[in-house]
């Protein structure tokens, strides 16, 4: 353990100057989302259910109504989405939004930039799971692609998903869940390391950051105060097609 002011710190930290960090508070990441107005089989309109591994994720409701069923351990649960609604959800949670009436959300997620890096599974029947190549091949929408060829792919991929939920969802017992669950572990594991490498640059820099502030002004140092930084940006991307929706993405980073 090392020390930094009057606190330990396990070996390996990352440096971080007090005010260093200027990504997005809490190194979060935001996106603006139109939820699909898609029919799915069962007559309901939007997106793909898939889970989060290390993220827990949140909806700001800015327009329209509509819902997420969500599916755990605990059971299956449907929660109302109005303008106003915050609702959060943590790693683990099986999750699919519904579209009743043109619903718009902000999306605001842990640890941004794991999200980008492959932190979702989506739920497809488990014969898609057995490997990440077979799992891309069902998955990935190519950035270079027409648009109508992505939202086919997108459309294709969601239904398929959607699929595998019903069957996860209508289940006896829980073992076909916890079967996902290690098969979506073992898809995302040759992605560890970029994980971690991303997380220590970005949460963990933003929370030792933090500490490191607590520190100088415990001791009467007010130093930092004086790098204050302002930023603002437009989206880096308009309406990619992301597994709930089209997304505007924002960058976030320092």
Not at 45 to 71: D, I, K, M, W
Not at 111 to 134: F, H, K, R, S
Not at 143 to 164: K, N, V
């Amino acid at each position: 353990m090392g020390a930094r002011g009057g606190r330990q710190v396990p070996s390996g930290a990352p440096v971080v100057s007090a005010g260093a960090f200027t990504g997005l508070p809490g190194a979060v990441a935001v996106s603006q989302l139109c939820v699909y107005d898609w029919p799915a089989a069962d007559g309901v309109r939007g997106g793909t259910p898939h889970l989060h591994l290390t993220c827990s994720e949140a909806y700001v409701v800015t327009g329209g109504r509509g819902a997420v069923q969500t599916l755990t351990t605990s059971g299956y649960e449907v929660t109302p989405l109005a303008p106003g609604t915050v609702a959060w959800f943590t790693p683990g949670t099986i999750h699919r939004l519904v579209n009743e009436e043109d619903l718009r959300i902000t999306v605001l997620m842990q640890n941004g930039g794991l999200p980008e890096a492959g932190d979702a599974v989506l739920t497809l029947p488990p014969q898609y799971l057995t490997d990440p190549e077979t799992y891309a091949a069902a998955t990935v929408v190519p950035a270079d692609a027409p648009e109508a060829e992505q939202e086919r792919i997108a459309r294709t991929r969601r239904d398929l998903a959607l699929e595998g939920y019903r069957a996860l969802r209508d289940a006896d017992g829980t073992e076909p869940l916890a079967a996902f669950h290690r098969a979506a572990a073992a898809l995302v594991r040759p992605r560890l390391a970029v994980w971690r490498d991303r997380w220590r640059h970005a949460a963990r820099a933003a929370a030792e950051a933090t500490g490191e502030q607590l520190d100088r002004l415990e001791r009467g140092d007010a130093s930092h105060l004086a790098d204050a930084v302002v930023r603002a940006e437009q989206p880096s991307t308009y309406g990619k097609f992301g597994m709930c929706g089209r997304l505007d993405v924002y960058r976030g980073e320092p």
